[in-house]
């Protein structure tokens, strides 16, 4: 084979390597307030914030936190439906339109952190084939003037860090707390269903949600 036909064969192999990579989330750190009450979202109304500038990004990662607060019991609402976006930012107009709809929670969404992560590993060692059995006849010496080329493989991953925090507003406080790592995201919807699962889960082992 010749030197750039392996290239295209490498490249290729990267290629389908990168596709194939999927998103895994993992939970870096937890906190859980000890001045809380274990609550219970079951039938009531929890807004889903997710504290984006993008609105599209924000939009569609809301409906997808409220569909898994709604899978898990509660009454998932997208904040944004229920405050205008030019009141974001004003902290007595959210309160008084939330308070008005009956939300008893919310839960935070909010992007802190966004690195490359580079990894290579070595390529196909194939010293055991006949082409490099002898010195001499035919082995390495008529093959190792063709070229030799033992390829690496570089796959750059995305890793995303978030910070998801859950209020109760009949407390008035932050129940509880986390921060996830999430490498190579793709689609909100799964994203936001693999962080959502593995957060329900920690809050359950910690008595937080019955």
């Known amino acids: 084979m010749s030197r750039s036909a392996v290239t295209k064969a490498v490249l290729g192999a990267t290629a389908a390597m990168t596709l194939a990579t999927c998103a895994t989330t993992s939970l870096q750190s937890t906190w859980r307030n000890p001045a809380a009450e274990p609550g219970n979202f079951k039938g009531q109304k929890v807004a889903a914030l997710v504290m984006s500038t ?42 008084e339109f939330l308070e008005k709809a009956n939300v008893v929670g919310v839960v935070v969404m909010r992007v802190v952190g966004k690195d490359q992560q580079v990894t290579q590993s070595a390529g196909g060692m194939y010293w055991g ?69 593995k957060a329900a889960t920690q809050m359950q082992k910690e008595g937080l949600v019955r």
Do not use: C, M
């Open 54 to 95: 993008d609105q599209s990004v924000r939009f569609g990662a809301e409906d997808a936190l409220a569909r898994e607060l709604t899978a898990r019991g509660a009454v998932g609402i997208p904040a944004y439906s229920l405050i205008p976006k030019e009141l974001n930012q004003d902290k007595e107009k959210a309160k």
């Open 129 to 197: 084939g006949p082409a490099y059995a002898t010195f001499w006849g035919g082995g390495y010496y008529g093959y190792g003037w063709g070229g030799v080329y033992s390829p690496s493989y570089i796959q750059t991953d995305t890793i995303v860090s978030i910070e998801t925090l859950v209020y109760s507003l009949k407390q008035d406080k932050l129940v509880w707390a986390a921060q996830s790592q999430t490498t190579n995201p793709s689609k909100v919807g799964p994203f936001i269903h693999e962080l959502v699962t």
